[in-house]
């Protein structure tokens, strides 16, 4: 007798995470410190010295259990976006807060509305709730909020939307989102994931915790994985009035941000130097990036994040032939955007790396 899952648990396609560099080497032979790995977002600064300082000194405590209600990494988010702590849920990660909302607010046989070519965790936490998708098709590449909207039906209870959106890097203004916001039923819970916010020129940022101000539905998501640099020990939180946040804390596990996550946490908030050079380094490169795809006159989508996505014909064998020169990239067949490879931005020397080894792979 094997153990047997409900069906929308058997129909959960797997979440596919970037390649790992150590299983690269491994299976190729290579050398890891030659690897270039530019396929999960992740920081290429790696992690700010003032977070590893703070690791340091909370190592004598793990001993014990964390904070369960995360005082002082609360008290550094509600200086930092000047809101009351009680407005605060933490996340394993904001993945983890995406599906603490999902379960706080959805029941089976509901429904959450989302977009084509969106980030893969909304299909995830919806099918793990036994929910119904409401997949909405994406106008170029992005969200169409409008589509979204007439897509809402009596029995939905979300709308994940991601701005920018990964992995297309498409952005939503303040004003359209909050025309949408305006007009999406009271009952109806908005996420807004602002997974690659701090990648955003300061002239397109605005305060999304201004709607949750004004609207009791409006839940918004924040991760310390992309510009913090600290995607290994996964924090992220949401920000959602004292209701709303009373019910996420009520099924988020009590210990879901270790105690050296917290204490990372809390310096990488306050390192605005690292932030800042996080942005520089991305916006450099997605410039350079960018600027190589049209003299190579290689169709992409205008990114707002920390990665661009590039149409490459067929991306699985140009991804094998990068792999093969020691670079990884992200296919993205999953997402239904089989032609394209979706390529985090390095430093540098990494995005050198790639460019020098396109070419080849393009031409097989
Ligand atoms: C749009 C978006 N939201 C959320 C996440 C989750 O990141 P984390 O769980 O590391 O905070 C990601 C990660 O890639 C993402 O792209």
């Known amino acids: 007798m094997t153990l047997k899952a409900p069906g929308y648990i058997e129909a959960i396609a797997p979440y596919q995470a970037?390649?790992?560099?150590?299983?690269?080497?491994?299976?190729?032979?290579?050398d890891e410190a030659?690897?270039?790995?530019?396929?999960?977002?992740?920081?290429?600064?790696?992690?700010?010295?003032?977070?590893?300082r703070a690791i340091e000194r909370e190592l004598a405590e793990v001993g014990r259990y964390?904070?369960?209600?995360?005082?002082?990494?609360k008290a550094a988010i509600s200086r930092k976006y000047q809101v009351p702590p009680e407005w605060v849920t933490l996340g394993n990660g904001s993945n983890d807060i995406l599906e603490i909302a999902a379960h706080a607010f959805v029941s089976p046989q509901q429904s959450i509305v989302y977009s084509r070519y969106s980030f893969a965790v909304y299909a995830l936490a919806t099918q793990a709730l036994g929910a119904r998708a409401i997949v909405v098709p994406a106008k170029q590449y992005g969200h169409d909020l409008d589509a979204m909207l007439a897509a809402i039906e009596p029995d939905t209870r979300m709308v994940f939307i991601a701005n920018p959106n990964n992995p297309t890097g498409t952005f939503l203004s303040a004003a359209e989102l909050q025309r949408f916001i305006g007009?999406?039923?009271?009952?109806?819970?908005?996420?807004?994931?602002?997974?690659?916010?701090?990648?955003?020129?300061?002239?397109?940022?605005?305060?999304?915790t201004k709607w949750v101000r004004d609207h009791a539905n409006v839940?918004?998501?924040?991760?310390?994985?992309?510009?913090?640099?600290?995607?290994?020990?996964?924090?992220?939180?949401?920000?959602?009035?004292?209701?709303?946040t009373d019910l996420?804390?009520?099924?988020?596990?009590?210990?879901?941000?270790?105690?050296?996550?917290?204490?990372?946490?809390?310096?990488?908030?306050?390192?605005?130097?690292?932030?800042?050079?996080?942005?520089?380094?991305?916006?450099?490169?997605?410039?350079?990036?960018?600027?190589?795809?049209?003299?190579?006159?290689?169709?992409?989508?205008?990114?707002?994040?920390?990665?661009?996505?590039?149409?490459?014909?067929?991306?699985?064998?140009?991804?094998?032939?990068?792999?093969?020169?020691?670079?990884?990239?992200?296919?993205?067949a999953n997402y239904g955007?089989?032609?394209?490879?979706?390529?985090?931005?390095g430093l540098p020397e990494e995005n050198d790396r790639?460019?020098?080894?396109?070419?080849a792979a393009l031409a097989g």
Not at 39 to 45: C, F, G, K, V, Y
Not at 185 to 205: C, I, W
Not at 228 to 242: E, K, M, S, T
Request: no cysteine; hydrophobic share 50%.
């Open 18 to 30: 970037g390649k790992p560099i150590s299983e690269l080497a491994r299976e190729l032979g290579l």
């Open 354 to 359: 790639f460019l020098s080894a396109l070419p």
């Open 183 to 208: 007009r999406v039923p009271a009952g109806v819970a908005v996420v807004v994931d602002e997974a690659y916010n701090e990648y955003l020129d300061p002239a397109l940022r605005f305060d999304s």
């Open 219 to 244: 839940i918004v998501s924040r991760t310390l994985s992309k510009a913090y640099g600290l995607a290994g020990l996964r924090v992220g939180f949401a920000i959602a009035r004292p209701e709303a």
């Open 248 to 332: 996420m804390n009520r099924v988020r596990q009590p210990f879901n941000v270790n105690s050296l996550a917290q204490a990372a946490a809390v310096a990488a908030l306050d390192d605005a130097d690292f932030l800042r050079r996080s942005f520089e380094v991305n916006r450099d490169g997605l410039k350079k990036l960018q600027s190589a795809f049209d003299a190579m006159k290689l169709e992409y989508v205008p990114s707002y994040g920390n990665f661009v996505l590039v149409r490459v014909g067929d991306a699985g064998a140009v991804f094998d032939r990068l792999l093969r020169a020691g670079v990884i990239v992200r296919p993205v």
């Open 337 to 345: 955007l089989p032609q394209w490879l979706r390529v985090s931005i």
């Open 34 to 52: 030659g690897i270039v790995k530019l396929a999960s977002n992740e920081n290429p600064l790696g992690m700010p010295a003032s977070a590893r």
């Open 66 to 73: 964390p904070d369960s209600n995360g005082f002082a990494l």
